[in-house]
C-alpha cells in the first residue's frame, strides 16, 4: 500500500502532501508502531479526542493540552528513533496541517483575553470540538499503525 491510498482510506487527502511522497510505500516498521502507541494512548486520554461538557471545563486548559501534542510528539520520534520513518511523517504533518493553525489562532487570542468573552469562548469550543472529530481520526489512524484494531477508542464510546 502507498501513502496515497492510506490517507485515502481514513478521508484525510485533504492534507497538502506532495505527489512523491504520496506514491511511496508505507510500511511501518516495529519502531513506528511503538511510537503510534505511545501517542495513540495520549490522544485517547486528553482533550484532542475527549468532549469538553459545556458546562465545564475551561477554554485554557483545553488549549495547553492540545498545545503539549508539540513536545509530547517531539519526543516519542526522538525516543523511537530514526527508523519510525512512517510514524514521523504522518506526525509532522498532523502537527503542522492540524495542529498548529488551531493553536496558533487561539494562542494569540488567549494573550489578547479573548478567554474572558463568552462569545469567544463558544467560538473555541466550536473549533475544538471540529479539530477534535480530524483528531479522532488521526488516533484512528495511529491504532491501525501500531496494530491495535482502535478497541480502546470504542470503550468510550460505549460508556456514554
Not at 479573548?114 to 471540529?130: H, I, K, V, W
Amino acid at each position: 500500500m502507498n501513502w496515497g491510498k492510506w490517507l485515502e482510506k481514513w478521508d484525510m487527502t485533504s492534507l497538502k502532501i506532495k505527489t512523491p511522497f504520496l506514491d511511496m510505500e508505507w510500511k511501518p516498521q516495529d519502531e513506528d508502531k511503538n511510537a503510534a502507541w505511545e501517542l495513540y494512548i495520549e490522544l485517547l486520554t486528553r482533550i484532542t479526542t475527549q468532549p469538553l461538557d459545556e458546562a465545564h471545563g475551561d477554554e485554557e486548559t483545553a488549549l495547553k493540552s492540545i498545545y503539549s501534542i508539540f513536545p509530547l510528539t517531539r519526543e516519542v520520534i526522538k525516543s523511537n528513533g530514526r527508523h519510525c520513518l512512517e510514524f514521523t511523517k504522518i506526525a509532522i504533518i498532523v502537527l503542522n496541517q492540524i495542529i498548529r493553525p488551531f493553536t496558533a489562532k487561539w494562542h494569540r487570542l488567549s494573550v489578547q483575553g479573548s478567554f474572558s468573552n463568552t462569545q469567544s469562548c463558544q467560538e473555541f469550543r466550536e473549533e475544538l470540538a471540529e479539530l477534535q472529530s480530524t483528531l479522532n481520526i488521526y488516533t484512528q489512524m495511529l491504532g491501525e499503525m501500531a496494530g491495535v484494531e482502535d478497541d480502546l477508542s470504542e470503550l468510550q464510546d460505549n460508556e456514554t
